[in-house]
T-cell receptor
Framework: SQQGEEDPQALSIQEGENATMNCSYK?????LQWYRQNSGRGLVHLIL?????REKHSGRLRVTLDTSKKSSSLLITASRAADTASYFC????????????FGKGITLSVRP | DARVTQTPRHKVTEMGQEVTMRCQPI?????VFWYRQTMMQGLELLAY????????DSGMPKDRFSAEMPDATLATLKIQPSEPRDSAVYFC????????????FGPGTRLLVL
């Protein structure tokens, strides 16, 4: 079953703009993670935010987590054409034995 | 540079044939996951192992799919008999329960069943 639901499903922006992607989930979690998938490749882990954290940064990535609203957002600042990919949120649900539940993903296109 | 490897990368077969996909997890990782990705269903978890023991295979069609870990360096996913609806990309991922709960994905096996 889908736990993480990303929004929007697709996003197209100009290089240099910021990209904001959202994820909502249903149950209590230990942490929430974001992954990137380039076309024809496997998923690559980007960033993890624990349930007791509200914001985390890594380079041009900023992730927020609001456990009261069961939602997270991923912000990519100063986007580049190389950021074109699909982005997935994944939740590590409480009691799920390290199993992650992935959303269906957001397709991000960054136009040069 | 440790990474998950999967073989074969591509497989074309005819309906009814057996398909075996192999995965070598990152050395030292004790969890292994098999996923299937299609446009319609997205990423689905098929099976999950911890310390080589199957923990969850509820996402796997039991009548035709089987997953095993003969040893810590090899995980296999078999489909017998294969059907056209099994066409998808199959990913293996590994992780460790002793550290960050992140998963490291292999490049996938792209399966086409005719």
């Amino acid at each position: 079953s889908q736990q993480g639901e990303e929004d929007p499903q697709a996003l197209s922006i100009q290089e240099g703009e910021n990209a904001t992607m959202n994820c909502s989930y249903k149950t209590s979690i230990n942490n929430l993670q974001w992954y990137r998938q380039n076309s024809g490749r496997g998923l690559v882990h980007l960033i993890l935010i624990r349930s007791n954290e509200r914001e985390k940064h890594s380079g041009r990535l900023r992730v927020t987590l609001d456990t009261s609203k069961k939602s997270s957002s991923l912000l990519i600042t100063a986007s580049r054409a190389a950021d074109t990919a699909s982005y997935f949120c994944a939740t590590d649900e409480t009691g799920a034995n390290s199993k992650l539940t992935f959303g269906k993903g957001i397709t991000l296109s960054v136009r040069p | 540079d440790a990474r998950v490897t999967q073989t074969p990368r591509h497989k074309v077969t005819e309906m009814g044939q057996e398909v075996t996909m192999r995965c070598q997890p990152i050395l030292g990782h004790n969890t292994v996951f098999w996923y299937r990705q299609t446009m319609m269903q997205g990423l689905e978890l098929l099976a999950y192992f911890r310390n080589r023991a199957p923990l969850d295979d509820s996402g796997m069609p039991k009548d035709r799919f089987s997953a095993e870990m003969p040893d810590a360096t090899l995980a296999t996913l078999k489909i017998q008999p294969s059907e056209p609806r099994d066409s998808a990309v199959y990913f293996c991922a590994s992780g460790s329960t002793s550290g960050r709960q992140t998963q490291y994905f292999g490049p996938g096996t792209r399966l086409l069943v005719l």
